[in-house]
Protein backbone atom coordinates (compact mmCIF):
# COMPACT_ATOMS: atom_id res chain seq x y z
CA UNK A 1 0.00 0.00 0.00
CA UNK A 2 1.24 3.51 -0.69
CA UNK A 3 1.37 5.96 1.87
CA UNK A 4 0.45 9.79 2.40
CA UNK A 5 1.89 11.53 5.57
CA UNK A 6 0.08 14.47 6.31
CA UNK A 7 1.60 17.04 9.07
CA UNK A 8 0.82 20.27 10.57
CA UNK A 9 3.29 22.04 12.94
CA UNK A 10 2.88 24.59 16.15
CA UNK A 11 5.88 26.75 16.35
CA UNK A 12 6.55 28.63 19.52
CA UNK A 13 8.45 31.74 19.15
CA UNK A 14 9.78 33.64 21.79
CA UNK A 15 9.21 37.01 21.45
CA UNK A 16 12.25 39.55 21.81
CA UNK A 17 10.59 41.77 24.03
CA UNK A 18 13.41 43.22 27.23
CA UNK A 19 10.65 42.12 29.94
CA UNK A 20 7.67 38.94 30.22
CA UNK A 21 4.45 39.48 28.95
CA UNK A 22 3.04 40.26 31.87
CA UNK A 23 5.53 40.97 34.44
CA UNK A 24 8.44 43.33 34.00
CA UNK A 25 10.90 40.63 34.66
CA UNK A 26 13.12 40.47 32.26
CA UNK A 27 13.71 38.14 30.03
CA UNK A 28 18.06 37.60 29.68
CA UNK A 29 19.10 34.52 29.03
CA UNK A 30 21.70 32.39 31.02
CA UNK A 31 20.47 34.32 34.37
CA UNK A 32 21.04 32.28 37.68
CA UNK A 33 17.86 29.94 37.91
CA UNK A 34 15.14 31.66 40.10
CA UNK A 35 16.34 35.44 39.55
CA UNK A 36 14.40 36.48 36.65
CA UNK A 37 11.12 35.48 38.67
CA UNK A 38 8.61 38.17 40.37
CA UNK A 39 5.57 37.97 42.34
CA UNK A 40 3.54 37.62 39.29
CA UNK A 41 5.75 34.90 37.61
CA UNK A 42 5.73 32.68 40.52
CA UNK A 43 1.88 33.55 41.43
CA UNK A 44 1.90 34.81 44.93
CA UNK A 45 -1.88 35.67 46.53
CA UNK A 46 -2.83 39.05 45.20
CA UNK A 47 -0.86 39.27 42.21
CA UNK A 48 -2.45 40.62 38.89
CA UNK A 49 -1.33 40.20 35.06
CA UNK A 50 -0.64 43.34 33.06
CA UNK A 51 -0.33 43.34 29.03
CA UNK A 52 3.19 43.71 27.66
CA UNK A 53 1.99 46.13 24.80
CA UNK A 54 5.42 45.00 23.24
CA UNK A 55 4.85 41.73 22.60
CA UNK A 56 1.56 42.74 20.88
CA UNK A 57 3.44 45.27 18.80
CA UNK A 58 5.43 41.95 17.43
CA UNK A 59 2.49 39.73 16.97
CA UNK A 60 0.40 42.51 14.83
CA UNK A 61 4.29 42.82 12.83
CA UNK A 62 4.16 38.93 12.33
CA UNK A 63 0.23 39.19 11.21
CA UNK A 64 1.27 41.69 8.59
CA UNK A 65 3.92 40.14 6.92
CA UNK A 66 1.81 36.88 6.33
CA UNK A 67 -1.48 38.73 5.39
CA UNK A 68 -3.46 37.47 8.05
CA UNK A 69 -6.25 39.16 9.86
CA UNK A 70 -5.48 40.94 13.15
CA UNK A 71 -8.47 40.35 15.09
CA UNK A 72 -9.91 44.02 16.95
CA UNK A 73 -10.38 42.33 19.65
CA UNK A 74 -8.88 39.23 21.18
CA UNK A 75 -9.31 36.95 24.60
CA UNK A 76 -7.16 35.38 27.10
CA UNK A 77 -8.15 32.45 28.30
CA UNK A 78 -6.49 29.90 31.48
CA UNK A 79 -5.66 26.91 29.94
CA UNK A 80 -5.70 24.56 32.86
CA UNK A 81 -2.94 21.81 33.55
CA UNK A 82 -0.69 21.25 35.99
CA UNK A 83 3.59 21.04 35.95
CA UNK A 84 6.21 21.58 38.58
CA UNK A 85 7.32 24.21 36.30
CA UNK A 86 4.09 26.15 36.20
CA UNK A 87 3.66 27.78 39.26
CA UNK A 88 -0.24 28.71 38.57
CA UNK A 89 -1.17 25.76 37.63
CA UNK A 90 -2.29 27.05 34.38
CA UNK A 91 -1.24 28.86 31.37
CA UNK A 92 -2.54 32.12 30.31
CA UNK A 93 -3.05 32.07 26.60
CA UNK A 94 -5.11 32.53 24.01
CA UNK A 95 -8.10 29.69 22.88
CA UNK A 96 -11.26 31.31 20.71
CA UNK A 97 -9.87 34.83 19.72
CA UNK A 98 -6.25 34.40 19.03
CA UNK A 99 -4.68 37.75 18.06
CA UNK A 100 -3.46 36.70 14.61
CA UNK A 101 -5.80 35.03 12.36
CA UNK A 102 -5.23 32.95 8.59
CA UNK A 103 -2.19 33.96 6.77
CA UNK A 104 0.08 31.75 4.72
CA UNK A 105 3.59 31.19 4.39
CA UNK A 106 5.86 30.38 1.14
CA UNK A 107 8.93 28.17 1.10
CA UNK A 108 11.37 26.58 -1.59
CA UNK A 109 13.18 23.41 -1.40
CA UNK A 110 14.49 20.78 -3.23
CA UNK A 111 12.24 17.82 -4.74
CA UNK A 112 13.59 15.04 -6.84
CA UNK A 113 16.54 17.20 -7.82
CA UNK A 114 14.42 20.57 -9.00
CA UNK A 115 13.81 23.70 -6.97
CA UNK A 116 9.94 23.64 -5.78
CA UNK A 117 7.73 26.41 -4.28
CA UNK A 118 4.97 25.85 -1.71
CA UNK A 119 2.34 28.05 0.02
CA UNK A 120 1.55 26.74 3.72
CA UNK A 121 -1.79 28.56 5.41
CA UNK A 122 -2.00 29.31 8.70
CA UNK A 123 -4.51 28.85 11.12
CA UNK A 124 -3.49 31.50 13.33
CA UNK A 125 -0.97 32.40 16.05
CA UNK A 126 -1.82 33.10 19.48
CA UNK A 127 0.26 34.96 22.48
CA UNK A 128 0.82 33.28 25.31
CA UNK A 129 3.34 32.72 28.31
CA UNK A 130 6.08 30.41 28.71
CA UNK A 131 6.47 28.19 31.57
CA UNK A 132 9.53 27.38 33.54
CA UNK A 133 11.80 24.55 33.40
CA UNK A 134 12.56 21.31 35.01
CA UNK A 135 15.83 20.38 35.36
CA UNK A 136 16.84 16.67 36.03
CA UNK A 137 20.93 15.95 34.94
CA UNK A 138 21.99 18.11 37.42
CA UNK A 139 20.37 16.56 40.50
CA UNK A 140 20.29 12.98 41.34
CA UNK A 141 17.21 11.42 42.33
CA UNK A 142 15.47 14.72 41.90
CA UNK A 143 15.13 17.59 39.76
CA UNK A 144 15.38 21.14 40.05
CA UNK A 145 12.87 23.71 38.97
CA UNK A 146 13.65 27.24 37.77
CA UNK A 147 11.26 29.84 37.01
CA UNK A 148 13.37 32.23 35.33
CA UNK A 149 11.40 31.13 32.05
CA UNK A 150 8.12 31.57 33.58
CA UNK A 151 5.78 34.20 31.95
CA UNK A 152 8.56 34.47 28.96
CA UNK A 153 6.23 35.70 25.83
CA UNK A 154 5.72 33.78 23.65
CA UNK A 155 3.89 33.82 19.82
CA UNK A 156 2.75 29.96 18.85
CA UNK A 157 2.22 29.61 15.29
CA UNK A 158 0.22 27.24 14.02
CA UNK A 159 -0.22 25.63 10.65
CA UNK A 160 -3.07 24.05 8.17
CA UNK A 161 -1.94 20.24 8.03
CA UNK A 162 -0.62 20.57 4.26
CA UNK A 163 3.06 19.56 4.65
CA UNK A 164 3.57 15.78 2.83
CA UNK A 165 6.73 15.02 4.09
CA UNK A 166 9.78 15.59 6.18
CA UNK A 167 11.74 17.89 3.40
CA UNK A 168 8.84 20.39 3.10
CA UNK A 169 8.55 20.15 7.20
CA UNK A 170 12.00 21.16 7.61
CA UNK A 171 11.82 23.92 4.80
CA UNK A 172 8.69 25.75 6.20
CA UNK A 173 10.34 25.71 9.71
CA UNK A 174 13.37 27.35 7.85
CA UNK A 175 11.45 29.94 6.08
CA UNK A 176 9.58 30.62 9.70
CA UNK A 177 12.43 30.73 11.07
CA UNK A 178 14.06 33.14 9.10
CA UNK A 179 10.73 35.44 8.42
CA UNK A 180 10.69 35.79 12.31
CA UNK A 181 14.59 36.59 12.61
CA UNK A 182 14.05 39.18 9.70
CA UNK A 183 10.91 40.83 11.38
CA UNK A 184 12.94 41.20 14.62
CA UNK A 185 10.45 39.60 16.59
CA UNK A 186 12.38 36.73 17.85
CA UNK A 187 16.29 35.75 17.91
CA UNK A 188 16.04 32.83 16.50
CA UNK A 189 18.15 30.92 19.07
CA UNK A 190 16.84 27.35 18.76
CA UNK A 191 19.96 25.81 21.49
CA UNK A 192 18.30 28.58 23.76
CA UNK A 193 14.71 27.23 22.94
CA UNK A 194 13.87 30.89 21.31
CA UNK A 195 12.10 28.68 18.14
CA UNK A 196 10.65 25.40 19.11
CA UNK A 197 8.30 22.75 17.04
CA UNK A 198 6.13 20.69 17.86
CA UNK A 199 5.14 18.25 14.50
CA UNK A 200 2.16 16.60 14.81
CA UNK A 201 2.26 13.54 11.88
CA UNK A 202 -0.19 11.07 10.71
CA UNK A 203 0.05 8.58 7.77
CA UNK A 204 -3.10 7.77 5.47
CA UNK A 205 -3.79 5.22 2.39
CA UNK A 206 -2.50 7.27 -1.10
CA UNK A 207 -6.20 8.92 -2.34
CA UNK A 208 -7.92 8.86 1.53
CA UNK A 209 -9.02 12.07 1.92
CA UNK A 210 -9.99 11.32 5.65
CA UNK A 211 -7.42 11.99 8.09
CA UNK A 212 -5.48 9.55 9.96
CA UNK A 213 -4.71 9.60 13.75
CA UNK A 214 -2.20 12.42 14.59
CA UNK A 215 0.68 11.50 17.24
CA UNK A 216 2.33 15.48 18.47
CA UNK A 217 6.21 15.31 18.47
CA UNK A 218 7.32 17.72 21.43
CA UNK A 219 9.70 20.33 21.45
CA UNK A 220 12.51 19.72 18.67
CA UNK A 221 14.91 22.50 18.48
CA UNK A 222 17.22 21.99 15.70
CA UNK A 223 15.86 21.23 11.84
CA UNK A 224 17.96 17.76 11.95
CA UNK A 225 16.11 16.41 14.93
CA UNK A 226 12.22 17.56 12.94
CA UNK A 227 13.74 15.82 9.93
CA UNK A 228 14.90 12.59 12.14
CA UNK A 229 11.74 12.74 14.08
CA UNK A 230 9.08 12.76 11.17
CA UNK A 231 11.06 9.95 9.37
CA UNK A 232 11.21 7.75 12.59
CA UNK A 233 7.28 8.78 13.50
CA UNK A 234 6.25 8.08 9.98
CA UNK A 235 7.68 4.41 9.62
CA UNK A 236 7.00 3.71 13.13
CA UNK A 237 2.97 4.58 12.43
CA UNK A 238 2.85 2.47 8.99
CA UNK A 239 4.40 -0.22 10.52
CA UNK A 240 2.51 -0.38 13.70
CA UNK A 241 -1.25 0.00 10.80
CA UNK A 242 0.52 -2.76 8.70
CA UNK A 243 0.84 -5.51 11.57
CA UNK A 244 -2.65 -4.42 12.27
CA UNK A 245 -2.76 -2.32 15.01
CA UNK A 246 -4.36 0.77 15.27
CA UNK A 247 -2.54 4.52 16.03
CA UNK A 248 -3.40 5.86 19.08
CA UNK A 249 -3.30 9.62 19.99
CA UNK A 250 -0.76 10.49 21.88
CA UNK A 251 1.95 13.65 22.57
CA UNK A 252 5.34 11.80 21.85
CA UNK A 253 8.88 12.79 22.69
CA UNK A 254 11.82 11.99 20.06
CA UNK A 255 15.39 10.40 21.60
CA UNK A 256 17.90 11.53 18.73
CA UNK A 257 20.37 9.11 20.53
CA UNK A 258 18.00 5.75 20.20
CA UNK A 259 16.10 7.28 16.89
CA UNK A 260 12.54 6.71 18.48
CA UNK A 261 9.80 8.70 19.21
CA UNK A 262 8.49 7.77 23.28
CA UNK A 263 4.94 8.54 24.17
CA UNK A 264 4.80 11.13 27.23
CA UNK A 265 1.03 11.15 27.34
CA UNK A 266 -2.15 10.71 25.71
CA UNK A 267 -2.93 13.39 23.42
CA UNK A 268 -5.33 16.06 25.72
CA UNK A 269 -8.20 17.86 23.63
CA UNK A 270 -9.13 21.40 23.93
CA UNK A 271 -11.97 19.67 26.50
CA UNK A 272 -9.12 18.79 28.57
CA UNK A 273 -7.44 21.54 29.09
CA UNK A 274 -10.90 23.58 30.51
CA UNK A 275 -10.04 27.00 28.79
CA UNK A 276 -12.17 29.74 30.25
CA UNK A 277 -11.46 33.46 29.93
CA UNK A 278 -9.14 35.15 32.28
CA UNK A 279 -11.43 37.22 34.36
CA UNK A 280 -8.07 38.83 35.11
CA UNK A 281 -7.35 40.41 31.73
CA UNK A 282 -9.55 42.70 29.68
CA UNK A 283 -10.05 41.73 26.12
CA UNK A 284 -6.93 42.80 23.94
CA UNK A 285 -7.99 45.75 21.65
CA UNK A 286 -6.22 46.51 18.69
CA UNK A 287 -7.45 49.91 16.81
CA UNK A 288 -6.80 50.29 13.31
CA UNK A 289 -4.45 52.92 13.69
CA UNK A 290 -2.15 50.41 16.29
CA UNK A 291 -1.96 48.55 13.16
CA UNK A 292 -1.26 51.67 11.05
CA UNK A 293 1.19 52.06 12.97
CA UNK A 294 3.04 49.16 13.13
CA UNK A 295 2.59 48.59 9.16
CA UNK A 296 5.14 52.11 8.76
CA UNK A 297 7.59 50.27 10.75
CA UNK A 298 7.69 46.96 9.05
CA UNK A 299 10.86 46.51 6.51
CA UNK A 300 10.86 45.68 3.66
CA UNK A 301 9.42 41.89 3.29
CA UNK A 302 11.19 38.79 1.72
CA UNK A 303 8.63 38.51 -1.15
CA UNK A 304 8.51 42.10 -1.79
CA UNK A 305 12.66 42.18 -1.83
CA UNK A 306 12.89 39.22 -3.84
CA UNK A 307 10.63 40.33 -6.44
CA UNK A 308 12.79 43.56 -6.49
CA UNK A 309 15.76 41.33 -7.39
CA UNK A 310 14.20 39.96 -10.69
CA UNK A 311 12.76 43.12 -11.64
CA UNK A 312 15.46 45.37 -10.79
CA UNK A 313 18.56 43.34 -11.01
CA UNK A 314 17.24 40.50 -13.50
CA UNK A 315 18.00 37.68 -11.00
CA UNK A 316 16.12 34.55 -11.09
CA UNK A 317 13.16 33.38 -9.12
CA UNK A 318 15.69 30.88 -7.79
CA UNK A 319 18.66 33.22 -6.68
CA UNK A 320 16.20 35.74 -5.23
CA UNK A 321 14.31 33.28 -3.46
CA UNK A 322 18.24 32.19 -2.02
CA UNK A 323 19.51 35.68 -1.40
CA UNK A 324 16.25 36.37 0.91
CA UNK A 325 16.74 33.60 2.97
CA UNK A 326 18.08 35.55 5.77
CA UNK A 327 17.76 39.64 6.08
CA UNK A 328 21.26 39.34 6.90
CA UNK A 329 22.52 37.80 3.77
CA UNK A 330 19.85 39.98 1.69
CA UNK A 331 21.31 43.06 3.33
CA UNK A 332 25.12 42.13 2.66
CA UNK A 333 24.06 41.35 -0.92
CA UNK A 334 22.27 44.76 -1.50
CA UNK A 335 25.02 46.81 -0.13
CA UNK A 336 27.28 45.13 -2.68
CA UNK A 337 25.78 45.78 -5.85
CA UNK A 338 25.08 49.47 -4.55
CA UNK A 339 29.47 49.60 -4.34
CA UNK A 340 29.72 47.74 -7.82
CA UNK A 341 26.90 48.34 -9.71
CA UNK A 342 23.65 46.53 -11.19
CA UNK A 343 25.51 45.22 -14.01
CA UNK A 344 27.43 42.84 -11.65
CA UNK A 345 24.10 42.10 -9.88
CA UNK A 346 24.38 38.48 -11.03
CA UNK A 347 28.32 38.09 -10.44
CA UNK A 348 27.61 39.53 -6.98
CA UNK A 349 24.66 36.62 -6.47
CA UNK A 350 27.12 34.08 -7.85
CA UNK A 351 30.07 34.96 -4.97
CA UNK A 352 27.49 35.00 -2.33
CA UNK A 353 25.87 31.67 -3.05
CA UNK A 354 28.90 30.04 -3.43
CA UNK A 355 32.20 31.21 -1.94
CA UNK A 356 30.93 33.55 0.34
CA UNK A 357 28.07 31.09 1.38
CA UNK A 358 30.98 28.01 1.86
CA UNK A 359 33.62 30.03 3.54
CA UNK A 360 30.65 31.58 6.19
CA UNK A 361 29.17 28.25 6.89
CA UNK A 362 33.29 26.61 7.00
CA UNK A 363 34.44 29.46 9.70
CA UNK A 364 31.16 29.65 11.48
CA UNK A 365 30.01 33.13 11.29
CA UNK A 366 27.09 34.46 10.40
CA UNK A 367 27.85 36.92 7.20
CA UNK A 368 27.02 40.04 9.14
CA UNK A 369 30.34 39.57 10.89
CA UNK A 370 32.41 38.00 7.89
CA UNK A 371 35.56 39.57 7.89
CA UNK A 372 35.20 40.26 3.75
CA UNK A 373 33.12 43.53 4.07
CA UNK A 374 30.45 44.41 0.81
CA UNK A 375 32.41 46.88 -0.30
CA UNK A 376 35.54 44.66 -0.38
CA UNK A 377 33.74 42.20 -2.40
CA UNK A 378 32.02 45.02 -4.37
CA UNK A 379 35.63 46.29 -5.79
CA UNK A 380 36.82 42.94 -6.15
CA UNK A 381 34.03 42.10 -8.57
CA UNK A 382 35.07 45.58 -10.28
CA UNK A 383 38.46 44.43 -10.59
CA UNK A 384 37.20 41.21 -12.12
CA UNK A 385 34.86 42.85 -14.61
CA UNK A 386 37.50 45.28 -16.06
CA UNK A 387 39.98 42.95 -16.57
CA UNK A 388 42.19 43.63 -14.10
CA UNK A 389 42.50 39.83 -12.32
CA UNK A 390 40.22 36.98 -13.73
CA UNK A 391 38.10 34.24 -12.04
CA UNK A 392 40.89 31.85 -11.08
CA UNK A 393 42.94 34.88 -9.51
CA UNK A 394 39.94 36.00 -7.37
CA UNK A 395 39.19 32.94 -5.76
CA UNK A 396 42.65 33.39 -4.19
CA UNK A 397 42.26 36.71 -3.60
CA UNK A 398 38.73 36.56 -1.63
CA UNK A 399 40.74 33.90 0.80
CA UNK A 400 43.44 36.34 1.10
CA UNK A 401 41.15 39.39 1.82
CA UNK A 402 39.13 36.72 4.29
CA UNK A 403 42.44 35.90 6.27
CA UNK A 404 43.27 39.73 6.47
CA UNK A 405 40.44 40.84 8.17
CA UNK A 406 41.02 44.42 7.38
CA UNK A 407 38.31 47.41 6.90
CA UNK A 408 40.23 48.94 4.84
CA UNK A 409 38.09 49.17 1.28
CA UNK A 410 41.07 49.42 -0.85
CA UNK A 411 42.05 46.25 0.17
CA UNK A 412 42.02 44.39 -3.28
CA UNK A 413 44.18 46.72 -4.74
CA UNK A 414 46.79 46.88 -2.15
CA UNK A 415 46.40 42.47 -2.01
CA UNK A 416 46.83 42.37 -5.97
CA UNK A 417 49.85 44.84 -6.50
CA UNK A 418 51.48 43.01 -3.31
CA UNK A 419 50.64 39.41 -4.48
CA UNK A 420 51.62 40.61 -8.21
CA UNK A 421 47.92 39.13 -9.09
CA UNK A 422 47.50 41.81 -11.82
CA UNK A 423 45.87 39.53 -14.99
CA UNK A 424 48.37 39.37 -17.81
CA UNK A 425 46.67 41.35 -20.81
CA UNK A 426 49.79 42.40 -22.98
CA UNK A 427 49.63 40.53 -26.16
CA UNK A 428 53.67 40.24 -26.57
CA UNK A 429 53.61 38.14 -23.07
CA UNK A 430 50.82 36.00 -23.58
CA UNK A 431 52.59 35.00 -27.56
CA UNK A 432 55.63 34.02 -25.71
CA UNK A 433 53.75 31.60 -23.40
CA UNK A 434 51.72 30.23 -26.37
CA UNK A 435 54.45 29.54 -28.46
CA UNK A 436 56.33 27.99 -25.41
CA UNK A 437 53.17 26.03 -24.62
CA UNK A 438 52.70 24.78 -28.36
CA UNK A 439 56.37 23.96 -28.72
CA UNK A 440 56.54 21.69 -25.90
CA UNK A 441 52.85 20.30 -26.21
CA UNK A 442 53.33 18.70 -29.90
CA UNK A 443 50.62 15.69 -29.62
CA UNK A 444 47.70 17.96 -28.40
CA UNK A 445 48.92 20.45 -31.24
CA UNK A 446 48.45 17.52 -33.64
CA UNK A 447 45.24 16.41 -31.73
CA UNK A 448 43.61 19.58 -32.30
CA UNK A 449 44.89 20.10 -36.29
CA UNK A 450 43.51 16.68 -36.73
CA UNK A 451 40.17 17.62 -35.44
CA UNK A 452 40.14 16.96 -32.37
CA UNK A 453 38.95 20.55 -30.71
CA UNK A 454 39.16 19.13 -27.25
CA UNK A 455 42.68 19.21 -27.24
CA UNK A 456 42.81 22.98 -26.75
CA UNK A 457 41.72 22.79 -23.24
CA UNK A 458 45.00 20.75 -21.91
CA UNK A 459 46.70 23.64 -24.21
CA UNK A 460 45.10 26.63 -22.24
CA UNK A 461 45.44 24.58 -19.42
CA UNK A 462 49.45 24.64 -19.56
CA UNK A 463 49.26 27.96 -20.48
CA UNK A 464 47.19 28.98 -17.75
CA UNK A 465 49.62 26.57 -15.61
CA UNK A 466 52.78 28.78 -17.25
CA UNK A 467 51.28 32.44 -16.32
CA UNK A 468 50.60 30.91 -12.56
CA UNK A 469 46.76 31.55 -13.46
CA UNK A 470 47.32 35.49 -13.83
CA UNK A 471 46.63 34.99 -18.34
CA UNK A 472 43.51 37.12 -19.53
CA UNK A 473 41.72 33.75 -20.48
CA UNK A 474 39.69 34.77 -23.42
CA UNK A 475 42.85 36.25 -24.97
CA UNK A 476 44.80 33.62 -24.57
CA UNK A 477 42.31 31.07 -26.63
CA UNK A 478 41.91 33.58 -29.12
CA UNK A 479 45.38 33.89 -29.36
CA UNK A 480 46.05 30.07 -29.20
CA UNK A 481 43.39 29.24 -32.06
CA UNK A 482 45.20 31.94 -34.41
CA UNK A 483 48.30 30.33 -33.73
CA UNK A 484 46.82 26.80 -34.24
CA UNK A 485 44.89 28.16 -37.55
CA UNK A 486 48.53 28.99 -39.02
Known amino acids: MEWEVVIGIENHVQLTT ?16 NTQASPVDLALPGVLPVMNKQAVDRAIRFGLAVGAKIAPASIFARKNYFYPDLPKGYQISQFEDPVVIGGAVTFGYEKDGEFVTKTVNLTRAHLEEDAGKSLHEDYAGMSGIDLNRAGTPLLEIVSEPELRSAAEAVAY ?11 GVCDGNMQEGSFRCDIN ?20 NSFR ?24 QATRLYDPDRKETR ?98 NREGVDIADAPVKPAQLALMLKRIADGTINNKTAKELFGDMWAAKSDDDNLVD ?64 ELLKAKLAG
Open 263 to 360: EMRSKEDAQDYRYFPDPDLPPLVISNAWIEQVKGAMPELPAAMRARFVSEYALSEYDSLVLTQSKAMATYFVAVVDAAGKDNAKAAANWLMGDVASTV
Open 201 to 220: VSVRPKGQTEFGTRCEIKNL
Open 414 to 477: ALIESKGLKQISDTGALEAIVDEVLANNAKSVEQYRAGKEAAINALIGQAMKASRGKANPAQLT
Open 18 to 33: ASKIFSGSPTTFGAEP
Open 173 to 183: CKALHSLVMWL
Open 225 to 248: FIEEAVHVEVRRQIELIEDGGKVV
